[in-house]
């Protein structure tokens, strides 16, 4: 084994979005010590006495895709693109490299479970009793690159479902229940979501944004608008919200009324002028610490960040349709652009020049954490396994020293517990050896693995809605994002997609097979797919699901990967709660579809990959890619794994940062929650380097 005695001041795991933003803040501070602190670059007089800050990033995908001068990653990127447009199956994982060094999970990989035997086909090892039915990526820039880019923040009651709806959940070790209240609020967290939406170059009009909220819109926004301005709705949008608006739907007893709301969204539009100038993220001193705010620049005004290889390629979305599981422009954002600001900054003649600071080190798989019990808990090695050729799965093991480094595990939430749960290390308790896993005193490591569940509705609307253009979604109904009936089932959202039947019928190519197979050919092939497609809909349900501490990640020796590796081990289902609201959502889908005059040909049978019977009623669902809640923040070592900050409970120099951390999901994407929440850990990071510094 190498060991690398390299001392660096802070470790990352990971170019995903979390990573990337602790990467670029982190770098764009520096460490005065005449002061003592932590200040802003732009703050920073020249002194012999500013110390700049060392900074290694892990990534277990391809070096290709860390390449950041434009030759590089133009190549790259369009290498991506050429992948996709060859695969028959357009799924978000199609376009990038599966490396048997550092696998993925993907959805063709996902079957049904035979008990007692689990389903090994892909890299998740899935013992059911049902298949989680999400994905993830393992590249430069992480799962970004395929997300579909909607950016709405969570809703104040998501942080407090045990306060406002009396939700609780099991404790793993205990029979007693576990509240599920965040340890932070939404106004804790508004000015972050601020910065978040910022970083990402949200587009959205606030003044049209509505919710099933107690709070006013001035209330949950303030005075604040998007940095650019809305993407404008589809044609297909206008429709159903002109047979829409108005109406409510009856759940139970309670009506509901409909909310058609333009969805904010991380791709390039018109920088809005209200916005005024762009921003700077920068850490103030207070008397507790440091406290990020958004300050704003005055030497220019906002402008859309264009493609990682150009800045004048992708200032616009130009509706290319394709946002999962590529933006062939990158007007769509992802973490490589907030990654680039991280290895480039402003130098003394306003040039950009690399940050030699900043070091990446790609096809490096980090697999394990030591733990020095002799000097409190800290992490003291980060382990790492260093494959040189993506076609073979030799490799070097190396060992990096961290008794005076900050280690930051930003992987996403397969990874981070699965690193965890095999950083195992003995304690002694009333006298004898036990063996323990690094941060997971609570025993949550792994537990409460949550995803939305995806329902489709589809059917044929009276005229041509003209689908198939434009972003995968610009509109989405609000109105079940939260309520009283929360006490009860999930909270759902639904957005409006622009993929005519493509996701659940595998349109157009599965119309054109029905039609030459009842002999259609010609004029008359032409007309009836010209008929079909320009009238098909889909609605989308993206159901809430509770945390759970039986569905879970853990690792088993019994599978390994190429590296020898433990792959996730995956135990998961759905309770009554998640079923009860596909149900309800499907009574919304029928009432909605009557009223535009919708035909209805949704079907789900048992030859479904994910299916389930209640009230004796068969559901399908489908995975949204929202895998949260492995590693989740609360306010008590007992029954979380970090606090609010995403520090480790466990280990002073460890934070464990990402969509892991949330603790419940809500209704709401989770890419700028996590966003918001991993840029206020800086906070929190800085003070500790700050003491490190300065011994």
């Keep these: 084994m190498s060991q690398n005695e390299i001392k660096k001041d802070v470790i990352i795991v990971g170019t995903g979005i979390a990573g990337s933003l602790i990467a670029k803040l982190l770098t764009d501070h520096v460490f005065d ?42 190549t790259n990127y369009n290498e991506y693109i050429r992948t996709y447009y060859m695969e028959a199956a357009k799924v978000p994982n199609s376009p990038y490299p599966n490396l048997k060094q550092a696998p993925s999970p993907n959805v063709l990989d996902m079957e049904q479970i035979t008990p007692p035997f689990p389903d090994k086909t892909g890299y998740l090892v899935q013992f059911g009793p049902m298949p989680f039915a999400s994905d993830a990526i393992r590249v430069g820039g992480g799962t970004t690159l395929h997300w579909l880019g909607t950016t709405p923040r969570m809703l104040p009651n998501d942080f407090k479902l045990t306060d406002k709806y009396g939700i609780k959940v099991d404790h793993p070790n205990s029979k007693e229940k576990t509240s599920i209240n965040w340890p932070i609020e939404y106004e804790e967290l508004k000015p972050y979501y601020e910065m978040a939406e910022f970083e990402i170059g949200v587009s959205g009009n606030v003044s049209r944004q509505e919710y099933p909220i107690s709070e ?29 608006s108005g109406t409510s739907v009856q759940l139970n007893s309670e009506n509901i009324p409909l909310l058609l709301v333009p969805s904010p969204q991380g791709r390039n539009s018109i920088p809005n002028p209200k916005y005024g100038n762009t921003r700077i993220i920068k850490a103030e001193t207070q008397d507790t610490g440091y406290k990020l705010v958004l300050d704003s620049s005055e030497k220019e005004e906002y402008k859309a960040l264009g493609s990682v290889w150009n800045p004048y390629m992708g200032e616009r979305c130009e509706g290319n349709a394709s946002c999962v599981p590529i933006c062939p422009v990158q007007a769509k954002y992802n973490a490589l652009k907030t ?18 600071n900043l070091e990446i080190k790609a096809q490096s798989v980090v697999y394990k954490l030591s733990v020095d019990q002799n000097d409190k808990d800290k992490i003291s090695k980060v382990h790492v396994r260093r ?52 941060a997971n005193r609570s025993d949550q490591v792994g537990r409460n693995l949550m995803d939305h569940m995806v329902m489709l509705t589809w059917g044929l609307f009276p005229e041509a809605v003209y689908p198939y253009r434009g972003p995968g979604s610009t509109t989405n109904i609000s109105s079940f994002r ?16 622009n993929w005519g039947w493509g996701w659940p019928a595998f349109s157009p190519g599965s119309d054109v097979g029905e039609f030459i197979e009842k002999g259609f050919f010609g004029a008359e092939l032409r007309n009836a797919l010209t008929d079909r497609l320009s009238r098909q809909v889909l609605f989308h349900f993206e159901i809430e699901q509770l945390p759970h501490p039986n569905n879970r990640v853990t690792i088993n020796d019994q599978y390994m990967d190429a590296l020898g590796i433990p792959r996730p081990v995956i135990h998961y289902a759905l309770t009554d709660y998640e079923m009860k609201a596909m149900e309800q959502a499907k009574s919304a889908s029928d009432q909605m579809f009557e009223r535009l005059g919708i035909k209805d040909f949704t079907s789900y049978t048992e030859a479904d990959k994910n ?79 700050e003491t490190q510094l300065k011994n």
């Design 33 to 74: 010590s005449t002061k003592g602190k932590m200040v802003h670059r732009a703050d920073a007089q020249k002194s012999d006495n500013i110390q700049e800050l060392s900074v290694l990033m892990f990534e277990a995908g391809l070096e290709a895709g860390t390449e950041l001068d434009s030759v590089s990653s133009m």
């Design 216 to 244: 006013s819109m001035e209330q949950y926004y303030g005075d604040y608008v998007f940095p650019m301005e809305e993407i404008p709705q589809s044609y297909m949008d206008q429709k159903i919200i002109d047979g829409l």
């Design 339 to 356: 990654l680039k600001k991280a290895l480039y900054k402003i130098n003394d003649n306003n040039n950009l020049s690399r940050n030699h």
């Design 387 to 438: 494959y040189t050729s993506k076609d073979k799965t030799d490799f070097i093991e190396e060992a990096f020293d961290t008794s005076n480094t900050i280690v930051i595990l930003a992987a996403n939430a397969f990874e981070n517990p699965k690193i965890l749960l095999n950083s195992k290390y003995m304690v002694m308790e009333n006298g004898k050896k036990v063996e323990k896993t690094a």
């Design 482 to 497: 939260d309520g009283n009936f929360r006490g009860d089932f999930s909270a759902w959202i639904s957005p409006l997609d």
């Design 611 to 689: 299916s389930v019977m209640y009230n004796g009623v068969r559901y399908s669902y489908n995975g949204a890619g929202h895998i949260v809640g492995t590693h989740r923040m609360g306010s008590s070592p007992d029954d979380s794994v970090t606090n609010s900050y995403c520090k480790s409970w466990d280990h002073p120099n460890l934070y464990i940062v990402g969509a892991g951390n949330m603790t419940t999901l809500g209704t709401s994407n989770p890419t700028l929650t996590l966003s918001a929440f991993t840029i206020r850990s800086v906070e929190s990071i800085l003070a500790d380097l």
